[in-house]
């Protein structure tokens, strides 16, 4: 039995299942993943975008008592731009998650992964944020 066990483990790692890859173990592949196709957070909450946000222009519209009902997607100070993601650098010097140059937000009024209550906020001004 040992012996099929260590052969099952070799076999594994081989294939990929529990090795090590250059990147760090536990750090996604990005800030977002897919969830009904709307992008979603790391948390599974629905993410928004911003129509007064100038998308590619590396700033963030949405501060002060905007950003306490539209949390910003936060990116670690380390976070460097990975594929269609890049990073804003806030008014208030902290770092938010961008896809395709529109910042990303979450919606305070959602309550649970999946709600998308946000939508359309604000005469349309806020849209879900889709891949």
């Known amino acids: 039995m040992k012996l099929l066990s260590a052969s099952i483990l070799a076999v594994a790692l081989l294939a990929g299942c529990g090795s090590m890859s250059s990147k760090t173990a536990g750090m996604p592949d990005t800030p977002t993943r897919t969830a009904d196709g709307v992008l ?14 100038t998308a590619g222009s590396g700033k963030s519209a949405c501060n002060g008592p905007c950003i306490t009902n539209w949390p910003a997607l ?25 896809y395709k140059g529109a910042p990303l937000y979450y919606w305070s009024k ?10 359309g906020f604000a005469n349309g001004n806020w849209k879900i944020a889709r891949p």
């Open 74 to 98: 936060a990116a670690p100070d380390a976070a460097k731009p990975m594929g269609d993601y890049s990073v804003v650098v806030r008014d208030d010097g902290k770092k938010q998650w961008a």
């Open 110 to 119: 959602d309550m649970k992964a999946g709600d998308r209550t946000g939508d």
């Open 40 to 53: 979603v957070g790391p948390n599974g909450m629905t993410l928004y975008t911003f129509a007064r946000d």
